[in-house]
């Protein structure tokens, strides 16, 4: 009669310790302080100039940037290139405030970006990252995410990202729930509506990060289309590891050692014979 008791007992110890565990991980997220994503700050508007001024930045102790002087006009393409680890997403991140610098500055017309609303400097720039982000939700609303958009606008974006077949042969088409972060989707069509919803927030400042990696090169060369149409009159910040995508670009920047290395367009850092010559001279071997 006493051993059930106490066996249960027992039980119920390693489920209040589960329990704790759960908790003290729960509340560590839950506690973390949050960003002030409110309407405080200096409402922006698109810059003409934005300016990397001395700009250092690191992950805890380990320094991933140094030094970075940077100014880029409205309207310029600027191809960023280095090797895996270079620090190249760790560069564009920083431009929406995803992290901030941790020395010097990133100016925007000559104004700090710290001081600017965080919600109107994000609905400023579209990016098109390496993870792509998506929702349990329906393909619709993952493309329109966070802005408020007709079904033909949203139709007219898929099509310019080569989204559009794909996504009317899934079962309930634009109506599709895509499962946790798109577990439904092959890679090449996250890619894809992640393209969509850069197309579509239409904003003045793009950022692609290997926006095309995990396209074969058949889409790759529809969506490169989209993409280029896409860039026309926008500011854009481009990395790419295959540098043909990269060779219009109004200037490369090469990062290496978490400093630039040398900037220029596509025929003088070629004939400049430095770290892009010797870059492209291995991709064209292969
Ligand atoms: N969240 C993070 N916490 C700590 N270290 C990080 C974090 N993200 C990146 N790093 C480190 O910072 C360095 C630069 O990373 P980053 O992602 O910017 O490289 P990358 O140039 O984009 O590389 P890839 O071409 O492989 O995408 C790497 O050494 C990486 O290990
Ligand atoms: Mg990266």
Same mark, same amino acid.
């Given at each position: 009669m006493f051993y059930q008791p106490i066996k249960a007992l027992n039980g119920v110890n390693l489920n209040i310790q589960q329990g704790l565990a759960a908790a003290a991980r729960v509340f560590e997220i839950i506690d973390r302080p949050g960003e002030?994503?409110?309407?405080?700050?200096v409402q922006a508007g698109a810059p003409d100039s934005i300016a990397f001024r001395g700009v250092g930045f690191r992950y805890g102790a380990e320094s991933?940037?140094?030094g970075i002087d940077l100014r880029v006009r409205r309207g310029e393409v600027v191809a960023i290139v280095g090797s895996?680890? $270079?620090g190249k997403s760790t560069f564009v991140n920083l431009i929406p405030r995803f992290y901030d610098v941790t020395e010097g500055a990133i100016l925007m017309d000559g104004r700090?970006?710290?001081?600017?609303?965080l919600k109107s400097l994000r609905a400023m720039v579209a990016i098109v990252s390496q993870q792509v982000i998506l929702f349990n939700d329906t393909v619709k609303r993952n493309i329109a995410y966070g802005v408020e958009r007709s079904d033909e606008e949203i139709t007219a974006a898929a099509k310019a990202a080569n989204a559009h077949d794909f996504i009317m042969r899934?079962?309930?088409?634009?109506?599709?729930?895509?499962?946790?972060?798109?577990?439904?989707?092959s890679g090449g069509e996250r890619q894809r509506i992640s393209i969509a919803r850069a197309i579509l927030k239409d904003a003045p400042i793009l950022i692609l990060d290997e $926006?095309?990696? $995990?396209?074969d090169t058949e889409s790759e060369m529809e969506v490169q289309k989209a993409l280029s149409n896409l860039i026309s009159g926008r500011t854009t910040f481009v990395i790419a590891h295959r540098l043909s995508t990269i060779r219009g670009a109004d200037r490369i920047v090469v990062l290496s050692g978490g400093s630039i290395k040398e900037t220029g367009r596509h025929e003088e850092l070629v004939s400049s014979g430095g770290e892009y010559s010797r870059l492209y001279a291995m991709q064209f071997e292969s």
């Open positions: 002030k994503v409110g309407e405080s700050g991933v940037l140094q895996s680890g $270079a700090d970006i710290r001081e600017l609303s899934l079962p309930q088409g634009y109506d599709t729930v895509i499962g946790d972060s798109g577990l439904k989707l $926006a095309t990696s $995990a396209l």
